[in-house]
């Protein structure tokens, strides 16, 4: 199994290697297929920031993308866009109107065994319900908890490329500056030759 959130939904995915998985390019084409992003679109991080190559990497052995580690994934078609993507979740589909009319109705019974056997039955009702909601909560706070993570390996990931750029500007701001503080002896080795 490879374990893939989705860092702009929050969303948590499960693949198996039985859909011909073999690498991150083959992920990306299951993803593309059934989630309609471009391979181009895609970018996957590891923990720590590491962005995933196409083709080198296998999944066997490296510690990443099982449930402890996902591979997060960004669809950069939503980075790209003015606004946020509007993100649906089953809590948003939830219906309590039902169920707050048969609790109404359920009050003004008038007192008999069919009553409580009626508010019972409501009662167990209600109760499943109720481990239903906490555990469409439950998901969306793993959910959430898993796109925390999957912003701080982005942070990682763009302050590994930070300090890259840190340092290659350094090395040529100091390659420029032996080079403008030698430009004299340059030219007079150069005017040398010439003789």
Same mark, same amino acid.
Not at 62 to 79: A, H, M, Q, R, W
Not at 161 to 190: A, G, H, R, W
């Given at each position: ?11 948590? *995915? ?23 992003? !471009? ?7 590891? =923990? ?43 809590? !948003? =589909? ?10 109404? /109705? ?5 007192? =008999?065994?069919?009553?409580? *056997? ?20 439950? /998901? ?22 930070? /300090? /890259? ?31």
């Amino acid at each position: 199994m490879i374990y893939v959130c989705r860092i702009d939904t929050g969303n948590r *995915h499960i693949f198996d290697f039985a859909d011909g998985i073999e690498n991150v390019g083959s992920l990306a084409s299951v993803i593309e297929k059934q989630f309609k992003i !471009d391979k181009n679109k895609q970018i996957m991080l590891i =923990s720590g920031g590491e962005v995933l190559d196409d083709y080198q990497r296998k999944f066997y052995g490296f510690g990443f993308g099982c449930e402890e580690s996902p591979i997060y994934l960004i669809d950069k078609t939503n980075v790209e866009r003015r606004e946020p993507p509007v993100i649906q979740t089953q809590l !948003d =589909s939830l219906n309590f109107d039902d169920l707050k009319q048969e609790i109404n /109705s359920a009050f003004l019974l008038k007192p =008999s065994f069919q009553t409580l *056997h009626t508010r019972s039955q409501l009662t167990i009702k209600v109760n499943d319900f109720n481990k239903y909601l906490n555990q469409l909560c439950q /998901s969306l706070y793993d959910e959430q908890y898993w796109q925390y993570q999957g912003y701080l390996a982005l942070i990682a990931n763009l302050d590994d490329y930070l /300090s /890259s750029f840190k340092k290659k500007e350094q090395t040529v701001k100091d390659k420029f500056d032996f080079f403008f503080n030698n430009v004299n002896k340059y030219k007079s080795m150069m005017k040398n030759v010439n003789n």
